[in-house]
Nanobody, 116 residues
Framework: QVQLVESGGGVVQPGGSLRLSCSAF????????MRWYRQAPGKEREMVAS????????KYADSVKGRFTISKDGAKNQVYLQMNSLKPEDTAVYYC?????????WGQGTQVTVSS
């Protein structure tokens, strides 16, 4: 059974940093493309960052380029999103996602709030 579990969200001041983690169960992150999405209140879910199977191809939304870094650790079977220089507009629920056996899987999400 595939399961993704996010953690690491919280409340942070503008300019601060957070590191989100996604623990995967039932699949190996080293063999999957992995993605981080976010959804702010009243807005559609958007992809923030993606990392390919081998980790050689990484993409970011324009809004987070230069501030966020996606990575994965095969030994721990986890995916990370390092978020620096956070802005109030980064406030959202962040989700980890992947595609496995033609199905899309999502975690339950972790709330990130950027506020002074």
């Amino acid at each position: 059974q595939v399961q993704l579990v996010e953690s690491g969200g919280g409340v942070v001041q503008p300019g601060g940093s957070l590191r989100l983690s996604c623990s995967a169960f039932g699949l190996t992150v080293g063999t999957r493309d992995m993605r981080w999405y976010r959804q702010a209140p009243g807005k559609e879910r958007e992809m923030v960052a993606s990392i390919s199977t081998t980790g050689n191809l990484i993409k970011y939304a324009d809004s987070v380029k230069g501030r966020f870094t996606i990575s994965k650790d095969g030994a721990k079977n986890q995916v990370y999103l390092q978020m620096n220089s956070l802005k109030p507009e980064d406030t959202a629920v962040y989700y980890c996602s992947t595609t496995y056996a033609l199905d899309n899987y999502w975690g339950q999400g972790t709330q990130v709030t950027v506020s002074s």
